[in-house]
């Protein structure tokens, strides 16, 4: 039987059995195209990352992916080279880090002066929140800035007039207010990244670990997210995967669970199996959304359709690291992001931020205070240990 041939690239294990597995059934029929799978309980599937990672270290990560499983007749009939002896491997580790809460701790530094921005683009002279109100209300609100507002327009007043019914519009418009104003400070260059992150993407990149940030998720827009990662510096970027909806969109899981180009590069019935089983897998996202929301926790704008949204740019970045899910570690500040990892099996570590400090992660595989020393380092990661973590 005449095997499909590829190009010559790197290939990565694609760790979406859930999805694939409804697939084993109509596989035979399309493996004339494509390729062989076992009569076994568990597919593994391959496929060709969207990016190759470089580092100054000699690991063969090109011929690592290039070997597939035993029991997986691969694409290529050709024999498949293996490592040279004088070629160290490299680590099975990626690292995918997110924006709000950890590239930057904008709320530390910019939110309450989001706030009094808003206020004044609104004409509340009268409204003005020194350090010590912002922490008291923080505090009692359990950092919900709806009741923050209610809190405060409570206790000195509400404008004379706003009518009683309006009051859920005015909130909404002032924390749409404060948001611009936030993003607009995120932008600047007064906003610093957080204090260890940049030695910690050099660290990454020496020892040859692929470094993703994600951009598509959290209380940022994407354009927001990625003038923050130009604050890491030309030469800094270039050792790093940016993972923006584009990039999602032009990865396998995407286009397999979204539809997007199903058609072109699977025949009819490969393509309705796959939908069937995605629709499955929105399903069980949002069961355990719904069972997630019963914990008395701040979870922000967490919902089946954000989580769903995470799933899918988790999925996609561990397929452009070129790594399994369960060898990428996402660095989280966010309850989606920590919601999302656990669903898929990606290990999570979270980093509390002002926004998350008092908030509760017990689907984390760790909670720390930053990056570096006895924090977060990429020599934790290599050898799984990571203090504070508060599951083993």
Not at 325 to 353: E, F, N, T, W, Y
Request: proline share 5%; aromatic share 8%; hydrophobic share 40%.
């Amino acid at each position: 039987m005449p095997a499909m041939e590829t190009a010559p690239v790197a290939t990565s294990s694609f760790s979406s059995s859930r999805i694939l597995v409804p697939l084993r059934s109509s596989a035979a029929g399309a493996s004339r195209k494509y390729a062989q799978f076992p009569q076994r309980s568990f597919i593994s599937f391959y496929l060709a990352p969207s990016f190759s990672f470089t580092s100054p270290t000699k690991c063969n990560s090109a011929v690592k992916y290039l070997k597939p499983p035993s029991r997986f007749t691969a694409f290529s009939s050709s024999p498949l080279a293996s490592t040279p002896p004088e070629q160290t491997p490299c680590p099975e580790l990626a690292v995918l880090l997110e924006v709000d809460g950890v590239l930057m701790d904008a709320y530390r530094l910019g939110n309450r002066q989001a706030f009094n921005a808003a206020f004044r683009k609104l004409g509340l002279d009268c409204a003005n929140w020194t350090e010590p109100i912002y922490m008291d209300l923080l505090r009692k609100s359990t950092g919900d800035e709806e009741r923050m507002l209610l809190l405060y327009f409570n206790r000195i007043g509400w404008p004379t007039s706003l009518p009683t019914s309006e009051k859920d519009t005015f909130v909404k418009n002032v924390l749409q207010e404060k948001k611009k104003a936030l993003d607009d400070f995120m932008a600047s260059e007064d906003s610093p990244l957080r204090p260890g992150v940049e030695d910690f993407i050099d660290d990454a990149y020496d020892e040859g670990v692929p470094v993703a940030v994600m951009t598509t998720y959290g209380k940022s827009d994407e354009k927001v997210a990625r003038s923050v990662i130009k604050k890491l510096g030309e030469a800094r970027m270039s050792k790093i995967k940016i993972v923006g909806n584009e990039e999602i969109g032009r990865s396998l899981y995407s286009q397999l669970v979204l539809g997007q180009g199903v058609s072109s590069g699977l025949d009819e019935q490969l393509a309705r199996q796959v939908q069937k089983a995605a629709s499955a897998e929105k399903q069980r996202v949002a069961e355990e959304v719904a069972s997630l929301l019963k914990l008395k926790v701040e979870l922000g704008a967490t919902s089946s359709e954000s989580i769903e949204k995470v799933v899918v740019a988790l999925r996609a970045a561990a397929e452009i690291a070129g790594h399994r899910v369960q060898d990428c570690v996402l660095v989280s500040g966010s309850q989606s992001g920590v919601v999302a990892a656990k669903r898929i099996g990606m290990p999570c570590i979270v980093l509390r931020s002002s926004s998350t400090s008092r908030a509760e992660f017990p689907s984390a595989n760790g909670i720390l205070d930053g990056f570096g020393g006895a924090d977060l380092t990429i020599s934790k990661l290599l050898k799984k240990r990571w203090s504070g973590s508060q599951n083993s």
